[in-house]
């Protein structure tokens, strides 16, 4: 068996891998490879191929490996290098999920006959082919994609979601590079959209003392590098109008925030283009790199070199890859581990701008609601994640309207697992009272759907669902009131819903919602909020129990009965190590007769109102246990 760290580049090729041509690999039913598996771990001794495949395929089948040049998907054509099976006393391919994603040079046969993905060679994001690759991406995104598709908004929604005020980067003519901030008429503009870092540094922005001087002229040479880099990506992509909010929003003219902050979503959604600059820490970062790698030299997984020849003799190169290291779904973590995809607005700006150039350290990336590309014309993703499955494609979701049971559920949990677990929890904010302001355009896409009422992140439609939210991780509570304790914007961590039952059934009873907004934004900032709640509550212990982990030890909680029996996991919102078991209230959610969620609440001193403090999943392994036993049902209050 080949040592996991051997280099595949010291071992030579076989017999059965010196014999791969083109035509073999994309014949149908592919190459026989190795007739056997254990053929394959003799040769993976001394072979550097058939070392790489043993690693990738631990299947332990003794059967036929077949190697063979097969499509992605149905929907995308890019070639990959696929690996089958074949059992001996049957006949019949079996193929796993297995792959190597594939490139070659660009004059390479393979790319020219056989469609094998063609590497582009790069220079600099600002240079005349990333221009013209950029502007191939729109012009094919703008002919044959739908994602110039406004989200669901009225004519009169519309007019009043315009940005108020543009950047006109052509006030004065192609010659003066000189711009200045205009007043928005009505009349629809196409304008592109800046999403960047604030940091630490202090920025030009527009203030009620300023504003007049915006109008009039702003000089080139004062910009932000960041700034002025999106009025030259803003120009030479022919688009006059250009919207950033540090210059767009009066900053110390409280009302004209809490108005502009309040459309920003739709600011966004209804842009032409967004410019992401990912690599930047401030606004003085810049959009351009200096030079661009491809992905492949950036991956501490090395490409294998394949050579090959056709049937007229012409030698190829193939090069296999496998990006993903075990990971199931890799994306580009120039982009999803930019300093970008930690700020928390911009979550919001990613999922409903139509179309992202992003400005990365390692080369451009384009990525709108049916794509995401690469500069470099690599797409590793593609393996795992489908062709149609980007940041902004969850918008697309939200195009005209669903009043349908299944559809509204469906975007329920779009709402929870995909916007506020998987891309928004994680997220810093420079302002922890904008948790909510910061997704408030979010908010307002999916309540046009939904047309229940919103509570502080949560939705009343299945409200029992929306509460069983739990954190992961490192958690902070904020400085100041932000929003009620049952909601996931209490807290700043990382938070996650447990998988949807159908078989759970849910007899909470909501009497009385009290939401007190701090603005004129019902999706934004709250002064107060609880919920009156009629439910069955039950009596339990949580116990806290030390793990041994890497970092020193972690906190697990074991919920049980009065009569010390397990019921099941508790999920605390804070590290609070105690000693002794602690005797809590447990609003039931939902159950069935296998197993269940709760809330576990605190009730506050000499009063009947409840806070929460963690939620518990409930299992039906002791259904003999008194806590399972039918009581009366209770109205609460919950802050």
Request: contains cysteine.
């Given at each position: 068996?080949?040592?996991e760290?051997?280099?595949?580049a010291?071992?030579?090729?076989c017999?059965?891998?010196?014999d791969?041509?083109?035509?073999r690999?994309a014949?149908?039913?592919g190459?026989l490879?190795?007739?056997?598996r254990?053929?394959?771990?003799?040769?993976?001794?001394?072979?550097?191929l058939?070392s790489l495949l043993?690693r990738k395929?631990?299947?332990?089948?003794n059967?036929?490996i077949?190697l063979?040049?097969?499509?992605?998907?149905?929907?995308?054509?890019q070639m990959?290098l696929?690996?089958g099976?074949?059992?001996?006393?049957?006949?019949?391919?079996v193929r796993?999920?297995l792959?190597?994603?594939?490139?070659?040079s660009?004059?390479?046969?393979?790319a020219v006959?056989?469609?094998?993905?063609a590497?582009?060679?790069l220079?600099?994001?600002q240079?005349e082919a990333?221009?013209?690759i950029?502007?191939?991406?729109?012009?094919?995104?703008v002919?044959?994609h739908?994602?110039?598709?406004?989200?669901?908004?009225?004519l009169?929604?519309?007019?009043n979601m315009f940005p108020?005020?543009?950047?006109d980067v052509e006030?004065?003519?192609?010659a003066d590079?000189?711009?200045?901030?205009?007043?928005?008429?009505?009349?629809?503009k196409?304008?592109?959209t800046?999403s960047?870092?604030?940091?630490?540094s202090?920025?030009f922005t527009?203030?009620?003392?300023s504003?007049?001087?915006?109008?009039?002229?702003i000089?080139?040479s004062?910009l932000p590098?960041?700034f002025?880099?999106?009025?030259?990506?803003?120009?030479?992509l022919?688009?006059?109008y250009?919207?950033?909010?540090?210059?767009a929003?009066?900053?110390?003219d409280k009302l004209?925030?809490q108005?502009?902050?309040?459309?920003?979503?739709a600011?966004?959604?209804?842009?032409f283009?967004t410019?992401?600059?990912?690599a930047?820490?401030?606004?003085n970062?810049g959009?351009?790199?200096?030079?661009?790698?491809s992905?492949?030299?950036?991956?501490e997984?090395?490409p294998?070199?394949l050579?090959s020849?056709t049937?007229?003799g012409?030698?190829?190169?193939?090069?296999?890859?496998?990006?993903?290291?075990?990971?199931?779904?890799?994306?580009?973590p120039?982009?999803d581990?930019?300093?970008l995809?930690?700020?928390?607005?911009c979550?919001?700006e990613r999922?409903l701008s139509?179309?992202?150039l992003?400005?990365?350290?390692?080369?451009?990336?384009w990525?709108c609601r049916q794509?995401?590309?690469?500069?470099d014309?690599l797409?590793?993703?593609s393996?795992?994640?489908?062709k149609?499955?980007?940041?902004?494609?969850?918008a697309?979701?939200?195009?005209?309207?669903t009043?349908?049971l299944?559809?509204?559920?469906?975007l329920l949990d779009?709402?929870?697992?995909?916007?506020?677990?998987?891309?928004?929890?994680?997220?810093?904010?420079t302002r922890?009272e904008?948790?909510?302001?910061a997704?408030?355009g979010i908010a307002r896409?999916?309540?046009?759907?939904?047309r229940?009422e919103?509570?502080?992140g949560?939705?009343l439609?299945?409200l029992?669902?929306g509460?069983?939210?739990?954190r992961?991780?490192?958690?902070?509570?904020?400085s100041?009131?932000?929003?009620?304790t049952f909601s996931?914007?209490?807290?700043?961590?990382?938070?996650?819903?447990?998988?949807?039952t159908?078989?759970?059934k849910?007899?909470?009873k909501?009497?009385k919602i009290?939401?007190?907004?701090?603005s004129?934004?019902?999706?934004?900032?709250?002064?107060?909020c609880w919920?009156i709640?009629t439910?069955?509550?039950?009596q339990a212990?949580?116990v806290c129990n030390?793990r041994?982990?890497a970092?020193?030890?972690?906190?697990?909680?074991?919920?049980?009965s009065t009569?010390?029996?397990?019921l099941?996991t508790?999920?605390?919102?804070e590290d609070?190590?105690q000693?002794?078991?602690?005797?809590?209230?447990?609003?039931?959610?939902?159950?069935?007769e296998?197993?269940g969620?709760a809330l576990?609440?605190?009730r506050?001193?000499?009063s009947?109102?409840?806070?929460r403090i963690?939620?518990a999943?409930?299992?039906?392994?002791?259904?003999d246990?008194g806590f399972?036993?039918?009581?009366a049902?209770?109205?609460i209050?919950i802050?």
């Open positions: 068996m080949p040592e760290n051997s280099s595949n010291e071992l030579k090729n017999k059965h891998c010196r791969i041509t083109l035509e690999l014949a149908p039913g190459y490879h190795a007739p056997s254990s053929s394959l771990v003799r040769s993976a001794q001394k072979c550097g058939c043993f395929d631990r299947s332990r089948r059967s036929q077949f063979a040049l097969e499509p992605f998907s149905d929907d995308d054509p990959c696929k690996i099976h074949m059992s001996t006393s049957n006949d019949t391919p796993n999920q792959a190597f994603f594939l490139y070659t660009l004059e390479d046969p393979a006959s056989f469609g094998i993905t590497k582009r060679e220079s600099n994001t240079s990333s221009y013209n950029a502007t191939k991406w729109i012009d094919d995104c002919e044959n739908s994602c110039s598709t406004h989200l669901s908004l009225s009169k929604e519309r007019d108020t005020r543009l950047l006030a004065f003519g192609d590079q000189d711009i200045r901030l205009v007043d928005h008429d009505g009349v629809f196409r304008y592109t800046l960047y870092c604030w940091g630490n202090r920025a527009t203030t009620s003392r504003i007049r001087l915006r109008k009039t002229r000089a080139f004062t590098k960041t002025q880099d999106a009025v030259d990506i803003t120009r030479r022919r688009v006059r250009l919207w950033i909010d540090a210059l929003i009066i900053q110390d004209d925030w108005r502009e902050s309040a459309k920003m979503g600011v966004y959604s209804m842009s283009l410019i992401a600059a990912d930047g820490v401030d606004c970062s959009c351009f790199n200096l030079s661009s790698t992905q492949e030299l950036a991956s997984n090395a294998f070199e050579p020849k049937v007229t012409e030698e190829s190169h193939l090069f296999l890859w496998d990006p993903s290291r075990g990971t199931r779904r890799p994306t580009p120039e982009i581990g930019s300093p995809a930690e700020r928390g607005w979550c919001q999922i139509p179309r992202i992003h400005y990365t350290t390692s080369q451009l990336f990525e794509v995401l590309l690469a500069e014309g797409r590793p993703w393996m795992w994640t489908g149609s499955e980007t940041v902004p494609g969850l697309a979701n939200l195009y005209g309207t009043s349908d299944h559809g509204l559920i469906r779009i709402w929870y697992n995909n916007v506020v677990a998987q891309s928004y929890s994680r997220r810093k904010l922890e904008d948790k909510l302001t997704i408030s896409a999916f309540f046009r759907h939904f229940c919103y509570i502080a949560l939705w439609d299945d029992s669902f509460l069983s939210w739990r992961r991780g490192v958690v902070q509570k904020p100041s009131y932000r929003s009620p996931w914007a209490s807290l700043d961590c990382i938070v996650e819903w447990p998988l949807r159908e078989s759970h849910s007899s909470l909501i009497e009290h939401v007190e907004l701090e004129q934004d019902p999706f934004g900032r709250l002064s107060s919920l709640i439910g069955h509550i039950r212990f949580i030390k041994i982990s970092g020193g030890y972690d906190l697990v909680w074991e919920l049980k009569s010390s029996k397990l099941g508790a999920f605390m919102d609070d190590y000693d002794v078991p602690k005797l809590v209230d447990c609003l039931i959610l939902s159950e069935d296998k197993a969620q576990i609440l605190e506050l001193p000499s009947d109102r409840y806070q963690g939620v999943a409930t299992h039906g392994y002791e259904r246990d399972f036993d039918q009581s049902a209770q109205t209050t802050f």
